[in-house]
């Protein structure tokens, strides 16, 4: 039976959430006391407007039709190396989405992770996963995007989230689309939705240019849903060597439809790509002897990746709006900003009026490329 992938347009969010679930079956999934876990992506603290998480409206929903059905709906994420997963989750209002919907929350420790040994792996033999992914049933919630390393993440780029720290580097280190299409021969989830309602192009994942696209999609069939996605993204997925090599199914019953866009690639060249492949190399031993991830590291300093930084000539009005949205104290009477302190969520650049806060690494100013 081919798989079937649903492609729905979601500009009236809370029916569109509906009806996609309806018709997917979603009640026949989960029954009175199953847990259920739902895998959001919260890589960064920049929000679901920013396209570069998931929409905690679309959580809050399957949370509340889970309870509905009597399951116990579960969120687990980790955040990308460099951030602070507590500290993204406050800056998100994960928690506070959470009590309001009953929606239970797992930020992993050490013990929650159990060795699986990949039997069908051919780059990553063993890894590190997240427990909960074996012991309930797993809602995927990728956001669609671009990303500077893998080219987009999709469904099986978005279960990175459920390994440790040190899983995660050793798939960097030994090849990062191999290891992905290898990590997703053991962790099938349930159902995976993709919120496509707000995506990113460009130099994805965290810091490319939010696109408005309005669709949600989804699928049981993880492949054939991340081959879809690449069609409406306006990528080859035979270009994208996770999909390639995950040997997606060629015939995809597709329900619903799409305008297929043009979504912006990444700049960013093999030779970045080489550097970053050497920087979790180096934060094997760096993480081990300081105790900071080598990548945070460099951030910290101010001198290295994406961050901001303030022109405030003649031109700026004194209103203080950048520091009075700075959830960190990191912007100084003297309109400096203490990179030790910035988590670079761009509150600031998003608040200025009068657009003198820059930043280094961002694709595009643009916030949003197809909004009128
Ligand atoms: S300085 Fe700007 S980017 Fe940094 S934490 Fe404050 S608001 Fe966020
Ligand atoms: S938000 Fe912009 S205009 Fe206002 S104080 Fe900050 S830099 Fe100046």
Known sequence: MKPIVYAHSAADFASSVDKLLNDIGFDAMFSAGDTVVLKPNFVA???????????????????????SLGAIPVLTEVSGMEFDTRQV????????????????ILIPTEADYVRV???????????????????????????????????????????????DNRTRKQMHIRGIHQCIADLATVIQPTLTICDAT?????????????????MLFASTDQRALDRVLCDFMGVDWRS????????????????GGFT?????????????????????????????LFHIHFNEFLYKTGRFGT???????????????????????????DW??????????????????????HVKGFSNPERYTNET
């Open 45 to 67: 603290p920049r929000d679901n407007s920013a396209g570069a998480t998931t929409s905690l409206a679309l959580i809050e929903r399957l949370a509340r039709r889970l309870r």
């Open 89 to 104: 989750f406050g800056f998100l209002g994960v928690d506070e989405m959470a009590k309001a919907c009953g929606l239970e």
């Open 117 to 163: 040994f990949l039997t069908r792996g051919k780059a990553l033999k063993q890894a590190r996963i997240n427990r909960l992914a074996f012991e309930a049933k797993l809602i995927n919630l990728p956001v669609l995007k671009t990303h500077v390393i893998t080219g987009v993440t999709t469904g099986m780029k978005n279960l990175m989230g459920l390994v």
């Open 198 to 214: 707000r995506s990113m192009e460009g130099d994805g994942a965290v810091y490319g240019t939010a696109r408005k696209t309005d």
């Open 240 to 255: 994208i060597g996770y999909i390639r090599r995950s040997l997606p199914p060629a015939d995809i019953d597709l329900r």
């Open 260 to 288: 297929p866009q043009r979504f912006v690639m990444p700049r960013q060249g093999a030779i970045y790509r080489l550097f970053y492949r050497a920087m979790y190399l180096v934060d094997m031993v760096w993480e081990p």
């Open 307 to 333: 961050h901001p930084f303030i022109l405030a000539d003649s031109e700026c009005a004194a209103c203080r709006r950048c520091i009075e949205v700075c959830p960190t104290d990191a912007i100084h009477g």
């Open 336 to 357: 400096s900003i203490d990179p030790k302190r910035c988590l670079r969520c761009l509150r600031c650049y998003d608040a200025c009026p009068r657009g003198l806060i």
